[in-house]
């Protein structure tokens, strides 16, 4: 399974996938329009049907987590798709669902 970030944001910034217990590496810092991929089979640690929730890590802002979870499927070459919108001062998520 994998896991799309599109910064779509007023601002750069990095990415992570969590869960309770952990979370993966950050992403490389990402600009405004540009798109990051975490694939999360190489998260050993993370058990299948585990709940997830995206992270920003705002460059000059601050760092804001997702409300919307998924539940990690350890069998699936589904993506899940985020994607970050606002300012550096006020970002939010949008989830734009597995496929």
Known sequence: MYVNFKNSAHCVSSFALEWNGGETDRTKEVKEGDTATIDLSNYAKLADGTSCWARAYV?????????????????????????????????????????
């Open 59 to 99: 460059v000059a802002g601050t760092n804001h987590d997702s409300e919307d979870n998924f539940n990690y499927d350890l069998h699936s070459q589904l993506t899940a798709y985020y994607e970050l919108v606002g300012s550096a001062a006020h970002p939010r998520f949008k989830f734009n669902g597995i496929h």
